[in-house]
């Protein structure tokens, strides 16, 4: 069993922009939570979701970094560490005690092939921040995702969740070796399988997830753990670092990587449907060519679509509960 995975013919396509997305959405009165906004995917989302007419809040390590780069925009900010139970409770409590319905919520914070780390609760750092940190941020707000009467999560995911599948013997790398493209490959499995749990137990309190595949984006933090010479090797970047830019093949700016998150926040085309993977603004069909090779990064630049252990609903409800393990917070 996996999440219907049919486009649904949007109008826009890989090359399509937040603005293109946007052009004729009203965000007026809406608020919108962005996480990871100082730079890349996440400010390029709170960017247009503030010129759309949102009143964007902004969730990020480095609150300094991101005022800097978000300056001109009327926005409001708190210091969140998606590692830290702490912060992520003290930022929700501090919300979610003003009262205020939280319509949008973008997790788009993350790392990529970091080295071996764990937080403070054990966990691996990679599953830890991109995927259980928003985990427990949704649960803590969900007073405020339900006050709105019609809200959306958006998680985002990667193609490279064909990496992996999420390990469920062994999700920490307590026992196996420990390898970046695989811990990366989990932490994205999870975040597209959360969407799906999150959806079918949100639509009571009339709130609906969706994951969204952004693309190869070189201009963004994720970068921080790899070379120049790894990503010339992949076709992603010139030798002099700079990046090559092909829509046809994943390989997007920033502005035209967020269309996707920001699409499915606001696309009335998403209403009704369950959880699905999105990329290239629609939802992405299910992969035939699950064998091919994602060895390394340059295997992704002509794969589309979603491999079925990232939609499969019987995975979502076990990652729900080891996620309730793992971190102690249960959410409906």
């Known amino acids: 069993m996996t999440t219907a995975q049919h486009p649904v013919g949007s109008q826009f396509d890989a090359a399509s922009t ?9 965000l007026t009165g809406k608020t919108a939570i962005v996480t990871g906004a100082n730079s890349g995917l996440g400010l390029q989302t709170a960017l247009a979701m503030s010129a759309a007419g949102a009143h964007v809040v902004v969730l990020d390590r480095d609150v300094t970094k991101a005022r800097n780069a978000l300056v ?67 649960a803590r707000l969900w007073p405020a995702l339900r006050a709105a009467g019609g809200a959306r999560v958006v998680t985002l995911t990667s ?53 969204a595949h952004p693309g190869s984006i070189v201009a963004t933090g994720l970068k921080q753990y790899l070379t120049t ?56 069909e299910l992969a035939q060519d699950t064998d091919a090779d994602t060895a390394n990064l340059g295997g992704f630049n002509d794969l589309s679509g979603v491999a079925p252990h990232a939609v499969d609903p019987d995975q979502a409800k076990r990652l729900w509960t080891l996620s309730e393990e793992l971190t102690g917070v249960h959410l409906l």
């Open 18 to 26: 937040t603005r293109d997305v946007l052009a004729t959405v009203d």
């Open 72 to 138: 001109g925009v009327s926005a409001e900010y708190a210091v969140l560490d998606l590692s830290d139970a702490t912060s992520i409770d003290r930022v929700a409590a501090e919300f979610v005690d003003s009262n205020r319905p939280a319509h949008i919520l973008v997790a788009s914070a993350g790392i990529m092939a970091a080295p071996f780390g764990r937080d403070p609760r054990g966990n691996e750092l990679q599953l830890s921040i991109n995927y259980l940190g928003h985990f427990q941020l949704v």
């Open 159 to 211: 193609l490279g969740h064909r990496h992996s599948p999420v390990v469920f013997d062994d999700p920490n790398f307590t026992h196996r070796t420990y390898d970046p493209w695989a811990a990366y490959g989990q932490s994205k499995t999870a975040m597209s399988l959360f969407a799906v749990e999150l959806d079918r137990r949100g639509q009571a309190d009339c709130v609906r997830a969706f994951a």
């Open 229 to 284: 010479e790894q990503l010339a090797a992949a076709g992603m970047a010139n030798p002099d670092g700079s990046p090559i830019l092909d829509p046809s093949k994943q390989l997007k700016t920033p502005e035209q990587g967020a269309a996707t998150p920001v699409w499915c926040a606001t696309s009335p085309q998403l209403a009704g449907l369950d959880g699905v993977y999105c990329e290239n603004c629609d939802i992405a």
